[in-house]
């Protein structure tokens, strides 16, 4: 019963039915998560689960499309989502230039930027000039260094307050949904309340219009710790190191291949 997604879909969703998004970095995967996920995001948490940096910042444009043109390869009926690197919208101009050459050069539907008030002027002219816009509010990965650190939102009135015009400035400005990360659950309701687009949550309860999870971290493939948010779904590192460690020992105890292996 997969229905592929549009953006009116994606608004008429809200109150209907909650939203399931994954992030893919490939085709292998994104194939995998194609017609069951609702929409895929190539989010910048590549920069790090999959290049092995300590945290989102330097990620580049021409990476975030190498990877959205890989899945949608491997998923060419799902909705993209390509979320655009630290440093590609730092103002309307530049913001637009970018957006463009990612509408040029991929079949993502849309794209997703992080801000709340501070970039509603730049989602308004990304959406004024036709590019579909995801927005980002509350804990913000691309703040961690302006910030020092990342922190759960909403835990002060003014927080909660702040959260809140950021979520309406996004929906004025344009946006047809937003992801709403590390928020405090009952502040994260709140805001699910006060937009009539749907709000997208990881690590803000299950209030929200939907839920995104990467997939690296839903699937069990990094272990090195598990945020209070995440949900395991499969055992992927445990399963993996058991499957590598059987071929080596078939390999040196020369059971693999086998005759039926061989040509
Ligand atoms: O980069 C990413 O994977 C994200 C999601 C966690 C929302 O931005
Ligand atoms: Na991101």
């Known amino acids: 019963d997969f229905e592929k997604m549009n953006i009116t879909k994606i608004k008429n969703s809200k109150n209907n039915k909650k939203l399931t ?3 893919a970095y490939d085709a292998l995967f994104s194939k995998l998560f194609s017609e069951i996920a609702d929409m895929i995001l ?5 920069n790090m689960s999959f290049a ?3 945290d ?4 580049t444009l021409d990476q975030m499309i190498y990877h959205t043109n890989a899945v949608c390869a491997g998923a060419p009926k799902a909705f993209v989502v390509l979320d655009m690197p630290f440093g590609s919208y730092i103002n309307e101009n530049q913001a637009l230039e970018n957006a463009a ?3 040029a050069q991929t079949n993502a539907a849309a794209i997703k930027i992080e801000g709340g008030e501070d970039r509603a002027h730049i989602i308004e002219h990304l959406t ?3 590019i579909a816009v995801m927005g980002h509010i509350g804990l913000m990965p691309q703040y961690v260094r302006s910030e020092g650190g990342y922190k759960v939102r909403g835990k002060s009135k003014e927080d909660e307050e702040q959260l809140i015009k ?4 996004v929906e004025k400005a344009g946006a047809f949904c937003i992801v709403v990360e590390g928020v405090m659950s009952d502040v994260a309701k709140k805001i699910t309340e006060a937009v009539s687009i749907p709000i997208i949550g990881i690590g803000a309860g299950n209030v929200t219009d939907g839920q995104v999870l990467v997939w690296s971290d839903m699937l069990g493939f990094f272990e090195d710790f598990k945020p209070k948010f995440v949900r395991h779904y499969l055992n992927g590192a445990k399963l993996v190191k058991e499957a590598v460690n059987q071929y080596r020992s078939d390999v040196q105890d020369s059971s693999f291949p086998s005759k039926e292996e061989e040509y």
């Open 21 to 23: 998004m994954i992030t």
């Open 42 to 46: 190539v989010g910048d948490s590549l």
């Open 52 to 54: 092995g940096k300590p």
């Open 56 to 59: 989102t910042l330097s990620a």
């Open 101 to 103: 050459k990612v509408y």
């Open 128 to 130: 004024k000039n036709s």
């Open 166 to 169: 950021d979520a309406i400035a």
